[in-house]
C-alpha cells in the first residue's frame, strides 16, 4: 500500500471513530480492519479523508520549500492535542519551518525549540480546519480581520491583521488606568492587510 493511501485509510478511520465518539479496543484485529474499510458505508469517511488529505498536501505545497518537521503524537488524550496541525512557523533565528502532529505536541516542541517567532496554527478536525495565529509572547495577541458580519461599514482596522499587547480585564482597574493601557497598546499595535511570511524588525518593537 502506497504512503498516500495508507494516510488516507488512518485518517478515516480517525473520522469514523471521532464522528462516532467509538474507540477499536486495544490491537484490533486487523482482518475485521480490513473488512471495515472495504465495505460501502466506509467509503464515505474514506472520501473526507481524501479531502482533508488533499487541502494538507496543497497547503504544504504552497510553502514546499520550508523544512518540515513531524512531531510523533505522545499517546495521551485530551481535547487540547486532539486536532492535526500544519504549523507554519515564522522565526527571527531559524526561519520559517513548519512543523507537522497534533496540536499539544506541536506547541511544546515550538515553545521549546524557537524564541521570537509568530505561528499559524492550521487545525484540520473531522474533514474541517480552522486558523490560529499566535506570537511568542504571551502578552501579545494577533487578531485576524473581521470577514463575515452581518453589519455593514466595519472600521478599518477591524479588516486588518494587529497584533497589540493584551488589556487587562481586571475590573479594579480606575477608568484612567484602563484608557491608559489601551492607549499604549494602540500606540504599540502593527497593522497588515496580510500577516508577513517573516519574522520583520517591527516586531522586536513588541
Given at each position: 500500500?502506497?504512503?498516500?493511501?495508507?494516510?488516507?485509510?488512518?485518517?478515516?478511520?480517525?473520522?469514523?471513530?471521532r464522528?462516532?465518539?467509538?474507540?477499536?479496543?486495544?490491537?484490533?484485529d486487523?482482518?475485521?480492519?480490513d473488512?471495515?474499510v472495504?465495505?460501502?458505508?466506509?467509503?464515505?469517511y474514506?472520501?473526507?479523508?481524501?479531502?482533508q488529505?488533499?487541502?494538507?498536501?496543497?497547503?504544504?505545497e504552497?510553502n514546499?520549500?520550508?523544512?518540515?518537521?513531524?512531531?510523533?503524537s505522545?499517546?495521551?488524550?485530551?481535547?487540547?492535542g486532539?486536532?492535526?496541525?500544519?504549523?507554519?512557523?515564522?522565526?527571527?533565528?531559524?526561519?520559517?519551518?513548519?512543523v507537522?502532529?497534533?496540536?499539544?505536541?506541536?506547541?511544546?516542541?515550538?515553545?521549546?525549540?524557537?524564541?521570537?517567532?509568530?505561528?499559524?496554527?492550521?487545525?484540520w478536525?473531522?474533514?474541517?480546519?480552522?486558523?490560529?495565529?499566535?506570537?511568542?509572547?504571551?502578552?501579545?495577541?494577533?487578531?485576524?480581520?473581521?470577514?463575515?458580519?452581518?453589519?455593514?461599514?466595519?472600521p478599518?482596522?477591524?479588516?486588518?491583521?494587529?497584533?497589540?499587547?493584551?488589556?487587562?480585564?481586571?475590573?479594579?482597574?480606575?477608568?484612567?488606568?484602563?484608557?491608559?493601557?489601551?492607549k499604549?497598546?494602540?500606540?504599540?499595535?502593527?497593522?497588515?492587510?496580510?500577516?508577513p511570511?517573516?519574522w520583520?524588525?517591527?516586531?522586536?518593537?513588541?
Open positions: 500500500m502506497e504512503q498516500r493511501e495508507q494516510e488516507i485509510r488512518e485518517l478515516a478511520l480517525k473520522i469514523f471513530q464522528r462516532l465518539d467509538f474507540n477499536f479496543r486495544a490491537n484490533p486487523p482482518a475485521v480492519i473488512k471495515l472495504e465495505s460501502e458505508p466506509f467509503q464515505y474514506i472520501e473526507e479523508a481524501t479531502k488529505y488533499d487541502k494538507r498536501t496543497k497547503a504544504l504552497v514546499k520549500n520550508y523544512p518540515v518537521v513531524e512531531i510523533a505522545d499517546g495521551k488524550s485530551g481535547m487540547a486532539g486536532a492535526y496541525v500544519l504549523a507554519f512557523v515564522y522565526s527571527k533565528f531559524k526561519g520559517n519551518v513548519v507537522k502532529g497534533y496540536m499539544r505536541e506541536v506547541e511544546d516542541y515550538i515553545k521549546k525549540n524557537f524564541t521570537h517567532y509568530f505561528v499559524n496554527y492550521t487545525l478536525y473531522m474533514g474541517s480546519h480552522r486558523d490560529i495565529w499566535k506570537f511568542w509572547k504571551k502578552d501579545i495577541g494577533i487578531h485576524e480581520p473581521t470577514r463575515r458580519i452581518k453589519r455593514k461599514n466595519i478599518k482596522e477591524d479588516r486588518m491583521f494587529r497584533v497589540r499587547p493584551y488589556v487587562s480585564w481586571d475590573y479594579d482597574l480606575s477608568p484612567e488606568e484602563r484608557e491608559k493601557q489601551h499604549e497598546a494602540d500606540e504599540k499595535q502593527l497593522v497588515f492587510k496580510r500577516m511570511k517573516r520583520i524588525p517591527e516586531f522586536d518593537t513588541l
